[in-house]
């Protein structure tokens, strides 16, 4: 049987990383390593699934601690001695009581603070392992556990499936570890198998528990693990799924459909795609939770929450947003957008009406929807949260229904970017905040090369939409930094579609390995060459290549470097495009000196007014400052110099200061004592 390889895969895994010859303690290093909230996106989850039986209904459960008048940690520490005598003792029936216990604190409950602690607790403690060690024990006594006369061990089996169930719903942590020992591809290995996939779900209770048991444990992965979307796909994920789509069990389907909706591309989509139906049903079952108790849809047993983040990776196909719309989508994320609901579910409809807006029918639709204009202007402006304020304003950008005004648009950029009109143009990295460190790397690198880089973490603070437009506006170039994540993001999106429009010069950077860019952004970037940054060992020459494409635009100081280029070589006639900066030796092939400069005896009585800035000085002020610094013999060397560029060279020593000692020993000829006195000269400016 496949799952049988759990046991040893977990096992071999260990062995491998030195750690433990036991699954048991390799797994519980995993799950006592991480924190289980570290996800901010899923922090407001406040329910997971139970076993079901007969009927699709969510049963309501009496909270422990009112029947039983226990303590929390009564409860806690019940529930980590069951688990810990679960993984010592040999698994047997007789354990069964003990997996119900557990199980029974994993459902519904009101106490939504408590149902957390309990998670994390029956997390950490290792129930992970215990159901290892479950499918272990059933399957290696018996191959036919869905037998009659196994009704015992299946009910065992179903207990720890569904404690799994419920635990993926909240935990982060659980999702990865699953990962990490190939369940996703276990699981899918069994719905492809035919003792599930021909079986009829409407008669057999017991096919149809695991059918959507499995489904529910791989959403949930999928949902918590947004980079397990290759392993899905690697595992045959597509056409498995796709075929629990013609089933007639609707909740099946649909829990399905979610899946794919977070692994399929825009070709694919349109496979499944045949019919409305499933989208249609979907949308049913997000209005039936908001006419639920906490937005809770007990028929079908779903969340609002759960059903709108599968909506919006549905959404991210532009031949889905229009019949999505049609379908009555609209109406019911305004309702969902209204204060009364969670943080997490603001945040989704949000989202959900952002990426809707960018299909041109929806603008109309969502303009004449009655109350949708009104909603997402209350919560641009008034939301504590952040991700529900940024997705608001995106949605009315793309809508024409942006709040800002012009004079305020400069506001939103830091003090450095926003001084004056005349900013000198920039490489702008466009990307995804899950490539964020990659493109760290990647803006130090080119800020080594010269290159003046804006990059959101370093030049954005108050309206961050306003910020990028304004910073697609003063781009020479925009680096769009193409990945999964990028394509899904309305952000990225809006980004992309604004460089678009004001026809800024693209270059194509592919993040992810393998990605194809597909729909609005294989539109967009079109026959470009693209540069591979995905491979984490061609990284150098890549960059190098990118460098050769960037050239001159979006240099930092290009001025400066002429200036320099200029004065070593005497010319005052000189351009950036007539200077071969690549060859050195070039630098000193004219002898012509201008006759218009000054000479340093013409200024020998001047002097600069007390307390005024540097950055208004004259090239005759910095004349004479070098004079006073003992510098004189560098005059003619900075004569294109006036006080702004020499504030500009002073910021150059800060941000690449590499670049900055270059210039000073090769292109300007410095001695290390003149470097010395320059150095410490230029830090006393103000």
Known sequence: MPVLAIYYYCRNMSREQNVQTECNDSIMDNLNTCDLLTSCNHSQRNSVESIEQDTDTYPKVVDSL??????????????????????????NVDKLKDLEFIQQH??????????RRIVERIVRSGIAHVYLRVWQTILAASNDYLSPENI?????????????????????????????????????????????????????????????AYLGVLHNIVRL???????????NAVPVLQAYLDLP????????????????????????????????????????????????ASEYAFWAAEIACGLNHLAVNDSNKSTLCHLGLLPLYVKLLKDTSTCEEQSLSAAGLWILSFHPENKKHMILEPGCIEVLQHVACSSTMESVCRSARGALWVLGKNLSKPNLVRASLSKNEAKSDDC???????????????????????????????????????????????????????????????????????????????????????????????????????????????DAASVDTQIKRIVKELGHRGKIFLDLATSLERNQLGCTCATASSIDFQNPESWNTCDVVSQSRPSLGSMHC????????????????????????????????????????????????????QFFYHTLEDKLSMSLVDILRFTSALDRLT
């Open 66 to 91: 009112s029947k039983e008048n226990l303590t929390s940690e009564d409860i806690l520490a019940m529930l980590n001695d069951r688990i810990q005598s679960l993984l010592k003792c040999n698994i």
């Open 106 to 115: 994993t459902r519904y409950s009101s106490d939504v603070a408590l149902q």
């Open 152 to 212: 015992d061990s299946f009910r065992m089996l179903q207990t720890a499936l569904s404690i799994i169930w419920n635990c993926t719903d909240k935990s982060v942590t659980l999702c990865e570890s699953l990962v990490r020992v190939a369940v996703v591809n276990l699981f899918l290995s069994e719905l492809a198998s035919p003792s599930l996939f021909d079986a009829d779900l409407d008669v057999d209770d017991s096919r149809r528990y695991l059918v959507k």
């Open 225 to 235: 693990c947004p980079d397990s979307r290759k392993i899905y796909r690697s595992a």
């Open 249 to 296: 069990q609707g909740l099946v389907r649909t829990k399905a459909y979610l899946i794919l909706s977070y692994i399929v591309s825009e070709e694919e989509n349109d496979i499944i795609n045949a019919t409305d139906e499933n989208l249609a049903y979907i949308v049913e079952i997000l209005k039936a939770a908001l006419e639920g108790e906490n937005h809770f």
């Open 424 to 534: 000198k143009p920039h490489v702008m990295i466009s990307y995804h905040w899950g490539s964020q460190n990659m493109m760290i790397q990647l803006r130090d690198r080119l800020m080594v090369e010269g290159y003046n880089v804006w990059m959101d973490i370093d030049n954005m603070s108050g309206s961050t939409l306003e910020a990028m437009a304004l910073a697609v506006e003063r781009a020479a170039v925009v680096l769009v930094c193409m990945s999964q994540g990028y394509k899904d993001s309305p952000s990225c999106r809006t980004e992309a579609e604004y460089t678009y429009r004001l026809r800024k010069d693209i270059i194509p950077l592919v993040l992810q390995s393998g990605y194809v860019p597909d729909g609005w952004l294989g539109i967009l970037v079109g026959t470009r060459l693209y540069f591979d940054l995905s």
């Open 606 to 657: 001047y002097s600069t007014q007390p307390g005024r800035s540097a950055a208004t000085w004259t090239s005759r002020d910095v004349a004479m400052w070098l004079e006073k610094m003992q510098l004189a013999h560098l005059t003619q060397r900075f004569q294109d110099f006036d006080g702004s560029l020499l504030i500009q060279y002073k910021k150059m020593s800060q941000t690449v200061p």
